[in-house]
């Protein structure tokens, strides 16, 4: 069983720069992905973005060239670098992990991330 605990989130101003953090309490090396998804208020969780075991990278269109993830799976930790963001952007982001490629199978409780001037 792996649980994971996000964290990072908070109040920026539009423009700012947040890094999201979510750390597992097992190894996340045998994880086949790491991701994250959102929900804003009245919406439905969406997905942003994920990596590969070996570091393929996925993002959606919406925060292509802002957003990056990675992760350092010595720490057992996967990241969300946001950039330029937007007060679209806000919501509660949610770390998952999928073991075989198969989709979301651990989620962590989430973390908000709000974008207002």
């Known amino acids: ?4 605990v996000e964290s990072g989130g908070g109040l920026v101003q539009p423009g700012g720069s947040l ?3 979510c750390a597992a309490t097992g190894s996340i090396f045998s994880m ?3 991701g994250w998804y959102r929900q804003a208020p009245g919406a439905q969780r969406e997905f942003v973005a ?3 075991r070996e570091g393929t990278t996925n993002t959606v269109d ?4 802002r957003f990056t993830i990675s992760r350092d799976n010595s720490k057992n930790t996967a990241y969300l670098q946001m950039n330029s963001l937007k007060p679209e952007d806000t919501g509660v982001y949610f770390c998952y992990a ?5 989709g979301p199978e651990y989620w962590g409780q989430g973390t908000q991330v709000t974008v207002s001037s």
């Open 19 to 21: 890094r999201l953090s």
């Open 98 to 102: 999928d073991r075989v490629g198969n």
């Open 1 to 4: 069983q792996v649980q994971l």
């Open 62 to 65: 919406a925060v292509k060239g």
């Open 32 to 34: 086949y992905y790491m």
């Open 50 to 52: 994920r990596i590969k």
